[in-house]
C-alpha cells in the first residue's frame, strides 16, 4: 500500500467537522483578517478534500492541485470580466472548463506509474503559472500584473455573508463528498488503490475509474478557485504555484488522508497558522517544515486518525457508550434480515446460476485452451497448453514451482496474452479481451494473497463481487443514501447470502477485512467470486498457508457450493490430498508444458508423473493414492 | 477494531470545540495594538503614530526586499530616540508577505483600520494587488517599489510613489545611450517586472524616434537559470545597444553570459533600476563593468553625511542600494507627517501632492515633486556603473511620458 | 541555423547539468525505491558549508571542498536515521512527501541563516575561456561539468553493474524482505546509499554555485527539469538519466531561441507526456514486471 487506511462512513464526523467550522465561524466576533483567512482556509480544505479523494481514496498522487484551483479562479473571473458572463453562469462554464482539463490531462497520466504522475503534475503546475504569466494571454489574465476580481453580487467579497456561503459550499462538497465514497463507485476506487490488476480481473475498468477520480479531485479544486477569488479580490500567478500544491498536500497529510474530514482541519491548521498566529516569516517556514514532517513520520493518519484514537480511549473509559457504540454495530448487521424486498433477489441470484449451468449442460465445454503460449521478452512460460474443462466439473491444475500454473490463470483471466493460441470460455473466445470484459463472461478468480481491500469490512468486500453485473451510476452514488438505499440493500442481501455460503459467521461480518485470519479472507474472497454471476471459478491456490482442518473445510465449502450451484472450477494447488478430495479431472504442468491429464488418482500413478513431483526413477509406485496433502 | 460513527462523533465534536475556543482566542487577542480609540484619525493617538508594511522577508524574494523595511525602521528608530514627532513616537510593524500578493493583501486588510499609512511594499505583484484596496479606504500608500503602470497613473488617492516607472526608465536610457554614443540598433530582454510589455514599446519608441531601430526582445522568468540561449541571439543579431529591466541576481546572470559568449554589445548595456541592486554587485563579471549604464533613482554613491547614510554605515547593507531607498523614503514619510497638521490621513495626502522640488533626502535622492495628477515623486534619472563593489553616477538624465519634451542629460560633476 | 546549433550545443552544456543532479536521485531510487525531493537543497547546503569554511575560517577552496564533502556524507546519513528509517513501513508515497518535506525545512534553515545577504560571489574550481563550437562558448567550468558528471556516471554505472555492493542495492531496492531474509544489512546500505547522495549532491553544488549564485533556493529552478529528465531517461537508468536531461536541455534551449520561453516549456511537457505515453519506462529504462 502506497499510503494509509481509507476511513469508512466518514459522513458523520465530517459533516461534524465542517459544521463546527461553520458555527464557529458565524457565530464568534472575528476581527478582518482572521475572517478572510478563515474564508481563504475553507476555500484550499475544499481544494484539499479532493486531493483527498484523488490521494487517499484512489492512492493516486497529483503535485499540481493548485493549478486547477487557479484555472477554475482565472477561467471563472475571465468570463465574468471579459465575456460578460453573469456570475453562476461563468462559474459553471468555469469550473466546466476546468474538468474539461482534468480530463484530458487524466486521460494520459492515468496510464503511468506513480512517480511518472508526480513529475507530469508538477510539471503541468509549472506550465500553467508560465502561461498565466506570460504574453500570450496577458490581454486576457493580465500576466505578471494579475487580474482584480469584481465582487459577486448578493455576498460581496468579505464579510459573514460570504463566510456562509463558503461554508454551505463546504457541507454540501462534505456530503456529496462523503456519499461517493461510501458507494458502490468509492468502493471501486479503494479496490484500484488496493492493486490494479486485481481490480482489473473484478471487472473494474481501472482507468475509467482513475480518470474519474482525478477530474473530481480537479473540479473541486476548481469550486475551491471561484471561492478564493472572491474573497481575496485579486488573482496573481505567484499564489498558485508549486508551493501552494505542497501546501494542499500538506493539508492532506496533517489533516489525515482517506478521511474527507480530516483535510478541512488539515486546511485551518496550514492556512491559519502561518498567516495568522506566527507572524515572523523564517521561524513559520520552519514550523511547518517541521509540522509536515512530524504528521509524516510519527502521525500518519493524521489529525482525524489522532481523534479517532482519543474517542476509542473515551469509549473504553465510559463503559456506557461503549454499550451504545456495540447496540449499533450488531444492528447494523441484524438489519438486513428484516427486510422483505430482500429474499427474492437472493433467490434470485442463486437461481440465476442454476438456471445458466442448465443451458451450459450442453457439450460446451466451460474453458478451452488451444495451444496457448506465453512468453514474456524471451522467456517462455507457457508453451502449446491444450485444456479443456467440462462445464460443471471441479478441475484440478498442478505442477512444480514456476510451472506456469498462475501464468495459465492469468491468461485466462485477461491479465496476460498469449502470443500463440486461442482461449475460449463457453465457446467463446476472449482473445485480446480486456480484463473486465472477460469478467463481464462469468470468469471470476482469486489470488494467491487474498485480494480483499483491508480497510474495507467483509461485507463491502464482498459487495465488489457485483460491480461487474449491477451497474450502478455514479451520479446517483454522488446523492447519497437517499438515492442508492434501495440497491445498497439488495446488495447487502446477496453479499450475506453470499457469505452464509462460505461460512463466514455474522459476527465476523462488521469487521475491517484485514482483521480476519487468512483463512477467512479466502472465504471472503470466493464469496465475491460468487455473489456474481460466475460462471466458472479459478481458484489460484486457496490451500495455501492453511492448515489441515482448515484445508478440509473449504473442501467441504467448495463441494457444497459446487453441488448447490453447478460452478464450473478450476482450481490450482500444491496439496494432493485437497485435490484427489474435490477433482474431477486434473492436469499437470511442467515447464510451461502440460505433461499428463486425466482423473486425479489415475494421473498421479503414472510413473512419469510421479517422476516429476519426486524426483526418481520411472518405478511403479504402489499406494499413490493414499498421499496426504503435505 | 471498527468504530462506530456515534463514537466517532463525540470526540471530534470535543475536537472542534477546542477549536472554536482558540478562534475565539485569537480573534480577542487580534484587537490588541490598534490605535483603537482615537477620535483624531485612524492609526494616531495622542502619543504615537502607527506606521505598517507589508514586506517579503522570507522565500527567495527576501534579499531583494527585506534591507528596505529594516532600514526605513533604523530611521524611525532614530526619529523616536531623538523625540519622535510633536512628541509622537512611531510604532512600525512589519508582517511578511513571502512575496504572495494574496497574503500581501490579507496583511492589509488587517491594517486598514488599525495603522496610519502604509508604508512601501517591495515589488509589483504585491503593490498592484493592495492598492486599490488601500486607496478606496482611505489609507496612504506611500513609496512602494513599483513598475506597474495603473498603480499610479492614473494617480490613485493616496498612492505616491517615489521611483520612476521601468517603461520611464527604458525610454530615458536609450535616450541616454543615443546621446552618448550615437544612434544605434537596440535588442531588449526582461524579466515580466510590473508592465514589462510596455517597457519594451517605449524603448522601441525612444529608439526609432531618435534614428536607430529596434532590433529584437526577449522575456525571461525570474531565476531563470541559462540566459545563455538568449546571449547567442544577441550575438546574431549584433545589435549596438542591449537594454535591460531585469532583476538584480538575473542581470548579473544575464551580463555574464554575455561576456562568456563574447557578445556584449558595441556600445553599451542599458539597464534599469532593478538591476541596481547589492545582488547584482555580489555577482556581476567585472570584466563587464565598463560597458554597463544603469539607471538608478538614488544618488551613489550616497552623499555620506546624509542621515541615513551616516545610520546605515555600520551595517551590513551599507552599500545597498535597496536600503539607500527604504530610508530615504522614511525620511520622506516623516518630513510629510512633520508638515501635517492636524494629522490626517486626508492631509497627509494634500501634504505631499503640494510637494515641488522638495529635498526630503539630500544625497541619496534628487529632488521630489507632486502634483494632483503626477504620483510619480522623481523626474530625473541618475546614471550610475558599476565599479568593483560599488556604484558610480556618471550622469544624469531627466525622463517624463512625454519624450519629446525631455531635456538632455548631464554628466556629473 | 548557426544559432539553433548553437542553442543546442549549450542545451547539452546544461543538460549535462541537469543530468548530474538527477544521478543521486536516480541512485536513491535504484537502491531504496524512494524519489529524493531534498536532493536540490542538500546540495546547496554542501555548497554553503563549503563557502562558509572558504569565508569565514579562511581555508582555500581546494581544502574546504573534501571537508564539506565528507560532512555531507555524515549529514547524509543522519537525514537517513532521523527522516527516513522511522516506521519505514509507511509506504513509498509516504516517505517521498517526507524528503519534500525535508527540502522544505532546510531551505527554510538556509534562509534564516544566510539568506538575508544572498546571493553570494563563490569560487570557481577552474578559471579560463573555455572553448568554442560553432558561435558558443563553453566557459571552462562547464567543460569541468561535463567531465565529472561523466566520470561520476561510469563510476556509478560501474558501481551497480560490477560490485556486490551495486547487486546489494539494487536487490534491496526491488525485493526488500526477500533481501534481508537473506542477510543483506538493509540499515547499512540504506544509510550509504543517502550519505553517498549527500556527496555527489555537494560536488554538483560546488560546481554549480559560481554560475548559479550561491543562494538557498539556487538549485530549485533546476529540480523540475531534472526530474523531467529522469522520467524521460528510465528512472532506473544512470545513462537514461544524462540522456534525457540533456534532450530536456536541447529541446528546452532551441526551442527557446526559436520562439520564447513559454514555448519552451509547453514542448518540453509535451515530449514528457508523449514519451512516457509510448514508453512508459523511458527511453533507457527496463519494463517493470509485476507478478501477482
Same mark, same amino acid.
Given at each position: 500500500?502506497?499510503?494509509?487506511?481509507?476511513?469508512?462512513?466518514?459522513?458523520?464526523?465530517?459533516?461534524?467537522?465542517?459544521?463546527?467550522?461553520?458555527?464557529?465561524?458565524?457565530?464568534?466576533?472575528?476581527?478582518?483578517?482572521?475572517?478572510?483567512?478563515?474564508?481563504?482556509?475553507?476555500?484550499?480544505?475544499?481544494?484539499?478534500?479532493?486531493?483527498?479523494?484523488?490521494?487517499?481514496?484512489?492512492?493516486?498522487?497529483?503535485?499540481?492541485?493548485?493549478?486547477?484551483?487557479?484555472?477554475?479562479?482565472?477561467?471563472?473571473?475571465?468570463?465574468?470580466?471579459?465575456?460578460?458572463?453573469?456570475?453562476?453562469?461563468?462559474?459553471?462554464?468555469?469550473?466546466?472548463?476546468?474538468?474539461?482539463?482534468?480530463?484530458?490531462?487524466?486521460?494520459?497520466?492515468?496510464?503511468?506509474?506513480?512517480?511518472?504522475?508526480?513529475?507530469?503534475?508538477?510539471?503541468?503546475?509549472?506550465?500553467?503559472?508560465?502561461?498565466?504569466?506570460?504574453?500570450?494571454?496577458?490581454?486576457?489574465?493580465?500576466?505578471?500584473?494579475?487580474?482584480?476580481?469584481?465582487?459577486?453580487?448578493?455576498?460581496?467579497?468579505?464579510?459573514?455573508?460570504?463566510?456562509?456561503?463558503?461554508?454551505?459550499?463546504?457541507?454540501?462538497?462534505?456530503?456529496?463528498?462523503?456519499?461517493?465514497?461510501?458507494?458502490?463507485?468509492?468502493?471501486?476506487?479503494?479496490?484500484?488503490?488496493?492493486?490494479?490488476?486485481?481490480?482489473? $480481473?473484478?471487472?473494474?475498468?481501472?482507468?475509467?475509474?482513475?480518470?474519474?477520480?482525478?477530474?473530481?479531485? #480537479?473540479?473541486?479544486?476548481?469550486?475551491?478557485?471561484?471561492?478564493?477569488?472572491?474573497?481575496? +479580490?485579486?488573482?496573481?500567478?505567484?499564489?498558485?504555484?508549486?508551493?501552494?500544491?505542497?501546501?494542499?498536500?500538506?493539508?492532506? @497529510?496533517?489533516?489525515?488522508?482517506?478521511?474527507? /474530514?480530516?483535510?478541512?482541519?488539515?486546511?485551518?491548521?496550514?492556512?491559519?497558522?502561518?498567516?495568522?498566529?506566527?507572524?515572523?516569516?523564517?521561524?513559520?517556514?520552519?514550523?511547518?517544515?517541521?509540522?509536515?514532517?512530524?504528521?509524516?513520520?510519527?502521525?500518519?493518519?493524521?489529525?482525524?486518525?489522532?481523534?479517532?484514537?482519543?474517542?476509542?480511549?473515551?469509549?473504553?473509559?465510559?463503559?456506557?457508550?461503549?454499550?451504545?457504540?456495540?447496540?449499533?454495530?450488531?444492528?447494523?448487521?441484524?438489519?438486513?434480515?428484516?427486510?422483505?424486498? @430482500?429474499?427474492?433477489?437472493?433467490?434470485?441470484? $442463486?437461481?440465476?446460476?442454476?438456471?445458466?449451468?442448465?443451458?451450459?449442460?450442453?457439450?460446451?465445454?466451460?474453458?478451452?485452451?488451444?495451444?496457448?503460449?506465453?512468453?514474456?521478452?524471451?522467456?517462455?512460460?507457457?508453451?502449446?497448453?491444450?485444456?479443456?474443462?467440462?462445464?460443471?466439473?471441479?478441475?484440478?491444475?498442478?505442477?512444480?514451482?514456476?510451472?506456469?500454473?498462475?501464468?495459465?490463470?492469468?491468461?485466462?483471466?485477461?491479465?496476460?496474452?498469449?502470443?500463440?493460441?486461442?482461449?475460449?470460455?463457453?465457446?467463446?473466445?476472449?482473445?485480446?479481451?480486456?480484463?473486465?470484459? &472477460?469478467?463481464?463472461?462469468?470468469?471470476?478468480?482469486?489470488?494467491?494473497?487474498?485480494?480483499?481491500?483491508?480497510?474495507?469490512?467483509?461485507?463491502?468486500?464482498?459487495?465488489?463481487?457485483?460491480?461487474?453485473?449491477?451497474?450502478?451510476?455514479?451520479?446517483?452514488?454522488?446523492?447519497?443514501?437517499?438515492?442508492?438505499?434501495?440497491?445498497?440493500?439488495?446488495?447487502?442481501?446477496?453479499?450475506?447470502?453470499?457469505?452464509?455460503?462460505?461460512?463466514?459467521?455474522?459476527?465476523?461480518?462488521?469487521?475491517?477485512?484485514?482483521?480476519?485470519?487468512?483463512?477467512?479472507?479466502?472465504?471472503?474472497?470466493?464469496?465475491?467470486?460468487?455473489?456474481?454471476?460466475?460462471?466458472?471459478?479459478?481458484?489460484?491456490?486457496?490451500?495455501?498457508?492453511?492448515?489441515?482442518?482448515?484445508?478440509?473445510?473449504?473442501?467441504?465449502?467448495?463441494?457444497?457450493?459446487?453441488?448447490?450451484?453447478?460452478?464450473? &472450477?478450476?482450481?490450482?494447488?500444491?496439496?494432493?490430498?485437497?485435490?484427489?478430495?474435490?477433482?474431477?479431472?486434473?492436469?499437470?504442468?511442467?515447464?510451461?508444458?502440460?505433461?499428463?491429464?486425466?482423473?486425479?488418482?489415475?494421473?498421479?500413478?503414472?510413473?512419469?508423473?510421479? $517422476?516429476?513431483?519426486?524426483?526418481?526413477?520411472?518405478?511403479?509406485?504402489?499406494?499413490?493414492?493414499?498421499?496426504?496433502?503435505? | 477494531?471498527?468504530?462506530?460513527?456515534?463514537?466517532?462523533?463525540?470526540?471530534?465534536?470535543?475536537?472542534?470545540?477546542?477549536?472554536?475556543?482558540?478562534?475565539?482566542?485569537?480573534?480577542?487577542?487580534?484587537?490588541?495594538?490598534?490605535?483603537?480609540?482615537?477620535?483624531?484619525?485612524?492609526?494616531?493617538?495622542?502619543?504615537?503614530?502607527?506606521?505598517?508594511?507589508?514586506?517579503?522577508?522570507?522565500?527567495?524574494?527576501?534579499?531583494?526586499?527585506?534591507?528596505?523595511?529594516?532600514?526605513?525602521?533604523?530611521?524611525?528608530?532614530?526619529?523616536?530616540?531623538? /523625540?519622535?514627532?510633536?512628541?509622537?513616537?512611531?510604532?512600525?510593524?512589519?508582517?511578511?508577505?513571502?512575496?504572495?500578493?494574496?497574503?500581501?493583501?490579507?496583511?492589509?486588510?488587517?491594517?486598514?483600520?488599525?495603522?496610519?499609512?502604509?508604508?512601501?511594499? #517591495? +515589488?509589483?505583484?504585491?503593490?498592484?494587488?493592495?492598492?486599490?484596496?488601500?486607496?478606496?479606504?482611505?489609507?496612504?500608500?506611500?513609496?512602494?517599489?513599483?513598475?506597474?503602470?495603473?498603480?499610479?497613473?492614473?494617480?490613485?488617492?493616496?498612492?505616491?510613489?517615489?521611483?520612476?516607472?521601468?517603461?520611464?526608465?527604458?525610454?530615458?536610457?536609450?535616450?541616454?545611450?543615443?546621446?552618448?554614443?550615437?544612434?544605434?540598433?537596440?535588442?531588449?530582454?526582461?524579466?515580466?517586472?510590473?508592465?514589462?510589455?510596455?517597457?519594451?514599446?517605449?524603448?522601441?519608441?525612444?529608439?526609432?524616434?531618435?534614428? /536607430?531601430?529596434?532590433?529584437?526582445?526577449?522575456? $525571461?522568468?525570474?531565476?531563470?537559470?541559462?540566459?545563455?540561449?538568449?546571449?547567442?541571439?544577441?550575438?546574431?543579431?549584433?545589435?549596438?545597444?542591449?537594454?535591460?529591466?531585469?532583476?538584480?541576481?538575473?542581470?548579473?546572470?544575464?551580463?555574464?553570459?554575455?561576456?562568456?559568449?563574447?557578445?556584449?554589445?558595441?556600445?553599451?548595456?542599458?539597464?534599469?533600476?532593478?538591476?541596481?541592486?547589492?545582488?547584482?554587485?555580489?555577482?556581476?563579471?567585472?570584466?563587464?563593468?565598463?560597458?554597463?549604464?544603469?539607471?538608478?533613482?538614488?544618488?551613489?554613491?550616497?552623499?555620506?553625511?546624509?542621515?541615513?547614510?551616516?545610520?546605515?554605515?555600520?551595517?551590513?547593507?551599507?552599500?545597498?542600494?535597496?536600503?539607500?531607498?527604504?530610508?530615504?523614503?522614511?525620511?520622506?514619510?516623516?518630513?510629510?507627517?512633520?508638515?501635517?497638521?492636524?494629522?490626517?490621513?486626508? /492631509?497627509?495626502?494634500? *501634504?505631499?501632492?503640494?510637494?515641488?522640488?522638495?529635498?526630503?533626502?539630500?544625497?541619496?535622492?534628487?529632488?521630489?515633486?507632486?502634483?494632483?495628477?503626477?504620483?510619480?515623486?522623481?523626474?530625473?534619472?541618475?546614471?550610475?556603473?558599476?565599479?568593483?563593489?560599488?556604484?558610480?553616477?556618471?550622469?544624469? #538624465?531627466?525622463?517624463?511620458?512625454?519624450?519629446?519634451?525631455?531635456?538632455? #542629460?548631464?554628466?556629473?560633476? | 541555423?548557426?544559432?539553433?546549433?548553437?542553442?543546442?550545443?549549450?542545451?547539452?552544456?546544461?543538460?549535462?547539468?541537469?543530468?548530474?543532479?538527477?544521478?543521486?536521485?536516480?541512485?536513491?531510487?535504484?537502491?531504496?525505491?524512494?524519489?529524493?525531493?531534498?536532493?536540490?537543497?542538500?546540495? *546547496?547546503?554542501?555548497?554553503?558549508?563549503?563557502?562558509?569554511?572558504?569565508?569565514?575560517?579562511?581555508?582555500?577552496?581546494?581544502?574546504?571542498?573534501?571537508?564539506?564533502?565528507?560532512?555531507?556524507?555524515?549529514?547524509?546519513?543522519?537525514?537517513?536515521?532521523?527522516?527516513?528509517?522511522?516506521?519505514?513501513?509507511?509506504?513509498?508515497?509516504? &516517505?517521498?512527501?517526507?524528503?519534500?518535506?525535508?527540502?522544505?525545512?532546510?531551505?527554510?534553515?538556509?534562509?534564516?541563516?544566510?539568506?538575508?545577504?544572498?546571493?553570494?560571489?563563490?569560487?570557481?574550481?577552474?578559471?579560463?575561456?573555455?572553448?568554442?563550437?560553432?558561435?558558443?562558448?563553453?566557459?571552462?567550468?562547464?567543460?569541468?561539468?561535463?567531465?565529472?558528471?561523466?566520470?561520476?556516471?561510469?563510476?556509478?554505472?560501474?558501481?551497480?553493474?560490477?560490485?556486490?555492493?551495486?547487486?546489494?542495492?539494487?536487490?534491496?531496492?526491488?525485493?526488500?524482505?526477500?533481501?534481508?531474509?537473506?542477510?543483506?544489512?538493509?540499515?547499512?546500505?540504506?544509510?550509504?546509499?543517502?550519505?553517498?547522495?549527500?556527496?555527489?549532491?555537494?560536488?554538483?553544488?560546488?560546481?554549480?554555485?559560481?554560475?548559479?549564485?550561491?543562494?538557498?533556493?539556487?538549485?530549485?529552478?533546476?529540480?523540475?527539469?531534472?526530474?523531467?529528465?529522469?522520467?524521460?531517461?528510465?528512472?532506473?537508468?544512470?545513462?537514461?538519466?544524462?540522456?534525457?536531461?540533456?534532450?530536456?536541455?536541447?529541446?528546452?534551449?532551441?526551442?527557446?531561441?526559436?520562439?520564447?520561453?513559454?514555448?519552451? @516549456?509547453?514542448?518540453?511537457?509535451?515530449?514528457?507526456?508523449?514519451?512516457?505515453?509510448?514508453?512508459?519506462?523511458?527511453?533507457? +529504462?527496463?519494463?517493470?514486471?509485476?507478478?501477482?
Amino acid at each position: 500500500m502506497i499510503i494509509g487506511d481509507a476511513k469508512n462512513r466518514t459522513l458523520v464526523p465530517s459533516l461534524v467537522i465542517a459544521g463546527g467550522v461553520t458555527v464557529a465561524g458565524l457565530a464568534l466576533p472575528l476581527d478582518t483578517t482572521l475572517e478572510y483567512t478563515l474564508i481563504a482556509a475553507v476555500a484550499w480544505a475544499i481544494a484539499a478534500i479532493g486531493l483527498d479523494v484523488l490521494v487517499g481514496f484512489t492512492g493516486q498522487v497529483s503535485f499540481g492541485q493548485a493549478a486547477f484551483v487557479a484555472i477554475g479562479a482565472y477561467a471563472t473571473s475571465a468570463l465574468r470580466i471579459h465575456a460578460g458572463f453573469p456570475t453562476p453562469l461563468a462559474v459553471v462554464v468555469g469550473v466546466g472548463i476546468t474538468g474539461v482539463i482534468a480530463l484530458l490531462l487524466g486521460s494520459i497520466v492515468v496510464r503511468y506509474r506513480i512517480f511518472g504522475i508526480a513529475v507530469a503534475t508538477l510539471f503541468f503546475g509549472y506550465l500553467t503559472m508560465t502561461v498565466l504569466m506570460g504574453d500570450v494571454l496577458r490581454p486576457v489574465f493580465g500576466g505578471a500584473n494579475g487580474l482584480a476580481v469584481p465582487e459577486y453580487e448578493l455576498v460581496g467579497s468579505h464579510g459573514k455573508p460570504y463566510l456562509l456561503l463558503t461554508c454551505v459550499v463546504l457541507l454540501i462538497v462534505v456530503f456529496v463528498t462523503c456519499s461517493l465514497t461510501d458507494s458502490q463507485t468509492g468502493r471501486a476506487l479503494r479496490l484500484v488503490k488496493t492493486n490494479e490488476a486485481v481490480a482489473a $480481473a473484478a471487472g473494474i475498468r481501472v482507468r475509467r475509474m482513475k480518470m474519474l477520480s482525478f477530474t473530481y479531485c #480537479c473540479v473541486l479544486a476548481a469550486i475551491a478557485g471561484v471561492l478564493y477569488a472572491g474573497v481575496v +479580490g485579486y488573482l496573481g500567478p505567484e499564489g498558485f504555484g508549486i508551493k501552494q500544491s505542497v501546501n494542499i498536500f500538506a493539508m492532506l @497529510v496533517v489533516g489525515g488522508a482517506g478521511t474527507v /474530514g480530516g483535510p478541512i482541519l488539515g486546511a485551518l491548521l496550514v492556512t491559519i497558522l502561518p498567516g495568522y498566529l506566527l507572524r515572523d516569516g523564517h521561524v513559520s517556514a520552519v514550523v511547518f517544515a517541521a509540522v509536515l514532517l512530524f504528521f509524516l513520520i510519527l502521525l500518519p493518519e493524521g489529525i482525524y486518525g489522532l481523534l479517532q484514537r482519543v474517542g476509542a480511549w473515551i469509549t473504553r473509559m465510559v463503559p456506557a457508550l461503549g454499550r451504545f457504540a456495540a447496540r449499533r454495530r450488531s444492528a447494523r448487521v441484524r438489519r438486513v434480515d428484516h427486510d422483505p424486498d @430482500v429474499a427474492t433477489t437472493v433467490v434470485g441470484g $442463486a437461481s440465476r446460476v442454476v438456471d445458466e449451468t442448465a443451458e451450459a449442460e450442453a457439450d460446451i465445454p466451460a474453458l478451452e485452451v488451444d495451444g496457448v503460449e506465453v512468453t514474456f521478452g524471451g522467456f517462455v512460460a507457457l508453451s502449446d497448453v491444450d485444456l479443456r474443462i467440462r462445464a460443471g466439473s471441479v478441475h484440478a491444475i498442478i505442477g512444480p514451482n514456476g510451472a506456469g500454473k498462475t501464468t495459465l490463470l492469468n491468461a485466462v483471466s485477461g491479465l496476460y496474452v498469449p502470443s500463440k493460441g486461442d482461449i475460449r470460455v463457453f465457446g467463446e473466445s476472449t482473445r485480446g479481451m480486456p480484463p473486465h470484459r &472477460i469478467r463481464q463472461r462469468g470468469v471470476v478468480r482469486t489470488f494467491q494473497t487474498p485480494a480483499i481491500v483491508p480497510d474495507l469490512d467483509v461485507l463491502d468486500n464482498v459487495k465488489l463481487g457485483l460491480d461487474a453485473d449491477e451497474k450502478g451510476s455514479f451520479w446517483t452514488d454522488l446523492l447519497g443514501r437517499l438515492a442508492t438505499g434501495r440497491r445498497e440493500r439488495a446488495l447487502e442481501a446477496e453479499a450475506h447470502w453470499a457469505l452464509d455460503a462460505v461460512g463466514i459467521d455474522e459476527s465476523r461480518r462488521a469487521l475491517l477485512a484485514k482483521n480476519l485470519d487468512l483463512s477467512e479472507q479466502k472465504r471472503v474472497e470466493i464469496a465475491r467470486g460468487l455473489v456474481g454471476h460466475a460462471r466458472l471459478l479459478l481458484l489460484d491456490e486457496p490451500t495455501a498457508g492453511l492448515s489441515v482442518k482448515q484445508m478440509e473445510s473449504l473442501g467441504a465449502t467448495l463441494k457444497d457450493v459446487h453441488r448447490r450451484f453447478g460452478l464450473t &472450477i478450476m482450481v490450482i494447488s500444491h496439496h494432493i490430498g485437497f485435490i484427489l478430495d474435490i477433482a474431477d479431472e486434473m492436469t499437470v504442468l511442467d515447464y510451461g508444458r502440460v505433461i499428463g491429464n486425466g482423473e486425479p488418482a489415475e494421473v498421479l500413478a503414472r510413473p512419469e508423473i510421479a $517422476a516429476t513431483f519426486m524426483g526418481v526413477d520411472a518405478e511403479p509406485v504402489e499406494e499413490t493414492a493414499g498421499t496426504e496433502g503435505s | 477494531m471498527r468504530i462506530s460513527s456515534a463514537r466517532k462523533f463525540t470526540p471530534l465534536a470535543v475536537g472542534v470545540a477546542a477549536l472554536a475556543l482558540i478562534l475565539a482566542a485569537c480573534s480577542g487577542g487580534g484587537a490588541v495594538g490598534a490605535g483603537g480609540d482615537s477620535d483624531a484619525e485612524v492609526g494616531v493617538t495622542e502619543d504615537t503614530i502607527y506606521l505598517a508594511a507589508s514586506q517579503t522577508l522570507s522565500g527567495p524574494g527576501a534579499a531583494s526586499c527585506a534591507p528596505s523595511t529594516d532600514a526605513a525602521k533604523l530611521y524611525f528608530d532614530k526619529v523616536n530616540a531623538e /523625540g519622535g514627532i510633536d512628541g509622537r513616537k512611531i510604532d512600525f510593524e512589519v508582517i511578511d508577505d513571502a512575496y504572495d500578493p494574496q497574503r500581501a493583501l490579507a496583511n492589509v486588510r488587517g491594517f486598514i483600520d488599525k495603522k496610519f499609512a502604509m508604508v512601501g511594499a #517591495c +515589488g509589483s505583484a504585491t503593490a498592484a494587488a493592495v492598492y486599490k484596496t488601500l486607496s478606496s479606504a482611505g489609507m496612504p500608500f506611500l513609496f512602494p517599489t513599483n513598475g506597474v503602470a495603473e498603480v499610479v497613473k492614473p494617480a490613485a488617492p493616496g498612492v505616491f510613489q517615489i521611483l520612476p516607472l521601468y517603461e520611464d526608465q527604458t525610454a530615458a536610457l536609450v535616450h541616454y545611450g543615443f546621446e552618448e554614443f550615437g544612434a544605434g540598433s537596440i535588442f531588449v530582454v526582461v524579466n515580466p517586472l510590473g508592465e514589462y510589455e510596455s517597457a519594451i514599446e517605449r524603448a522601441r519608441e525612444a529608439a526609432e524616434q531618435g534614428g /536607430g531601430e529596434f532590433v529584437g526582445s526577449a522575456v $525571461a522568468q525570474l531565476g531563470t537559470t541559462d540566459y545563455t540561449p538568449i546571449a547567442l541571439q544577441i550575438k546574431e543579431a549584433a545589435p549596438d545597444f542591449v537594454v535591460i529591466s531585469t532583476g538584480g541576481s538575473d542581470s548579473a546572470k544575464f551580463v555574464n553570459a554575455l561576456v562568456d559568449q563574447n557578445a556584449l554589445p558595441a556600445k553599451g548595456v542599458l539597464g534599469t533600476s532593478a538591476a541596481v541592486a547589492g545582488s547584482f554587485l555580489n555577482s556581476y563579471n567585472v570584466a563587464a563593468a565598463e560597458h554597463l549604464y544603469l539607471g538608478s533613482a538614488t544618488q551613489l554613491p550616497a552623499a555620506p553625511d546624509n542621515e541615513c547614510i551616516e545610520l546605515l554605515a555600520d551595517g551590513d547593507f551599507a552599500n545597498d542600494p535597496i536600503a539607500h531607498i527604504g530610508c530615504a523614503s522614511a525620511m520622506g514619510i516623516v518630513q510629510a507627517i512633520r508638515q501635517t497638521s492636524p494629522l490626517t490621513r486626508e /492631509g497627509l495626502m494634500e *501634504t505631499i501632492e503640494s510637494w515641488n522640488e522638495e529635498d526630503v533626502s539630500p544625497g541619496v535622492f534628487a529632488p521630489v515633486s507632486f502634483s494632483a495628477e503626477d504620483h510619480i515623486g522623481l523626474a530625473t534619472l541618475y546614471i550610475v556603473q558599476p565599479d568593483g563593489s560599488e556604484f558610480n553616477v556618471i550622469a544624469q #538624465c531627466p525622463y517624463s511620458e512625454d519624450d519629446s519634451a525631455v531635456g538632455g #542629460c548631464t554628466a556629473a560633476g | 541555423m548557426d544559432l539553433y546549433i548553437s542553442a543546442a550545443i549549450s542545451g547539452v552544456a546544461v543538460g549535462l547539468l541537469y543530468g548530474m543532479i538527477g544521478f543521486a536521485i536516480v541512485m536513491l531510487y535504484k537502491s531504496t525505491g524512494v524519489a529524493n525531493f531534498a536532493q536540490g537543497t542538500l546540495a *546547496t547546503l554542501g555548497a554553503f558549508v563549503a563557502w562558509a569554511l572558504v569565508t569565514d575560517a579562511g581555508l582555500p577552496l581546494l581544502a574546504a571542498v573534501p571537508i564539506a564533502l565528507v560532512a555531507s556524507g555524515v549529514f547524509g546519513i543522519i537525514v537517513y536515521f532521523l527522516v527516513i528509517r522511522p516506521r519505514a513501513s509507511a509506504g513509498n508515497l509516504n &516517505i517521498t512527501v517526507r524528503t519534500l518535506g525535508l527540502s522544505l525545512l532546510l531551505l527554510a534553515i538556509m534562509e534564516w541563516r544566510w539568506g538575508a545577504l544572498a546571493p553570494y560571489r563563490y569560487p570557481t574550481i577552474v578559471h579560463g575561456e573555455g572553448i568554442q563550437i560553432a558561435s558558443v562558448v563553453l566557459p571552462a567550468q562547464s567543460l569541468l561539468i561535463a567531465a565529472v558528471a561523466a566520470v561520476i556516471m561510469v563510476l556509478l554505472w560501474a558501481l551497480f553493474r560490477y560490485t556486490r555492493a551495486g547487486l546489494s542495492f539494487r536487490a534491496l531496492a526491488e525485493q526488500p524482505d526477500t533481501a534481508r531474509l537473506l542477510g543483506l544489512r538493509a540499515t547499512r546500505l540504506s544509510a550509504a546509499t543517502w550519505g553517498l547522495s549527500a556527496v555527489l549532491g555537494t560536488i554538483v553544488g560546488v560546481l554549480l554555485a559560481p554560475s548559479a549564485f550561491l543562494a538557498p533556493a539556487m538549485m530549485e529552478p533546476y529540480l523540475l527539469f531534472t526530474f523531467t529528465g529522469i522520467v524521460l531517461g528510465g528512472l532506473t537508468s544512470l545513462p537514461g538519466a544524462l540522456l534525457g536531461s540533456v534532450i530536456v536541455g536541447i529541446i528546452s534551449n532551441v526551442t527557446i531561441v526559436a520562439f520564447n520561453l513559454e514555448a519552451g @516549456v509547453l514542448v518540453v511537457f509535451a515530449i514528457l507526456l508523449i514519451v512516457m505515453l509510448l514508453r512508459p519506462q523511458g527511453l533507457l +529504462g527496463k519494463q517493470e514486471a509485476v507478478r501477482l
